[in-house]
C-alpha cells in the first residue's frame, strides 16, 4: 500500500495504448473521496481490473473485498483473508494522511463561473419565447441557478440540467424558461456559488441582442393576433347562430 496512486493512473494510461491488441491486461486504480474537511464519511476505494472489467473491489465503507466476476468472487474470498488489515489500514496511512494536501492543491480551489443569457427557439407550447443561462468552466460542483421576474422567483415552466462535467475538473450548467413576455417587466438569471462573494444578477434585456429581442416581440405579437382573430371568430359565429347576421 505503499505505491502511490498516480503510479496507478500512470498504469492504467499505459495499458490503455495496448487495448487494441490481443491479450490480457490487468491494472488497479486506488482513490480516496473526500466529502468534507472533519474527514467525515471519507472513503478509500481499490479497483481492480482485468481486460477492462472490474472483477474486485474493496471499498473501506463495506469494509471488505467484493468480487463481481466468478474469478473475482474468489480473489475476494482469498484476499479477505490474507490482505484485509493492509486495506483497512490505508484508509489512516494514505487517504487521512494526505487529506490537507489535497484540499490545499485541489479541493480548496474555486473557479467563478462564465454566464451567458441568451434566447432559443421553445419547444412546442403554451409560451411563445424562450430563455436559457448558461453558467460555464466553474468549479466546485455545486451551483444553483433560478430565473426571476420583476424581482419575483419563478418556479414554474423552468427546466434545468444536472452540472455537467466537462471532463477537466470544471462544470457546466444550463437553466430554460418558457414564458410569455409582458410589456416593462425585467426577467433575471441569478446564479449562486461558492466563488461568488454575492448572487449574480444577470438581465435579460440589456445582454439579449436586438435581432433575439425582435424575435420575442415578434412572437408575442403574433399570439395577440391570434387570440384577436379567435375572439372575433367566435363573436362572429354566435351572432351568426342567433341569426343577427
Request: aromatic share 14%; net charge negative; proline share 4%.
Amino acid at each position: 500500500m505503499s505505491i502511490p496512486i498516480a503510479f496507478y493512473i500512470c498504469l492504467t494510461l499505459f495499458l490503455s495504448i495496448f487495448y487494441g491488441i490481443d491479450g490480457y491486461f490487468y491494472h488497479r486504480v486506488s482513490e480516496c473521496r473526500y466529502s468534507s474537511k472533519d474527514l467525515q464519511g471519507i472513503e478509500y476505494i481499490d479497483s481492480f481490473y482485468f481486460n477492462q472489467a472490474e472483477h474486485v473491489r474493496f471499498n473501506s465503507t463495506v469494509g471488505k473485498y467484493v468480487g463481481y466476476t466468478e474469478y473475482g468472487v474468489k480473489s475476494a474470498d482469498a484476499w479477505n483473508k490474507d490482505y484485509l488489515v493492509q486495506e483497512l489500514g490505508a484508509l489512516e496511512s494514505y487517504c487521512k494522511y494526505n487529506a490537507a494536501i489535497y484540499y490545499g492543491a485541489i479541493l480548496d480551489k474555486t473557479v467563478a463561473p462564465h454566464v451567458r443569457l441568451s434566447s432559443v427557439t421553445p419547444p412546442s407550447g403554451r409560451h411563445p419565447a424562450m430563455l436559457m443561462c448558461s453558467a460555464y468552466d466553474f468549479y466546485p460542483k455545486p451551483i444553483r441557478v433560478t430565473w426571476l421576474r420583476d424581482g419575483r422567483e419563478v418556479k414554474s415552466d423552468v427546466i434545468s440540467t444536472e452540472e455537467l462535467a466537462n471532463g477537466d475538473w470544471y462544470y457546466q450548467i444550463h437553466s430554460h424558461l418558457e414564458y410569455t413576455p409582458r410589456s416593462g417587466e425585467k426577467i433575471s438569471c441569478m446564479v449562486e456559488h461558492i466563488s461568488l462573494s454575492e448572487p449574480m444578477m444577470y438581465h435579460c434585456d440589456p445582454s439579449l441582442p436586438e435581432a433575439e429581442r425582435n424575435k420575442i416581440a415578434i412572437g408575442a405579437s403574433g399570439l395577440v393576433l391570434g387570440a384577436i382573430l379567435a375572439l372575433a371568430g367566435l363573436i362572429y359565429y354566435k351572432k351568426k347562430s342567433a341569426g343577427v347576421l
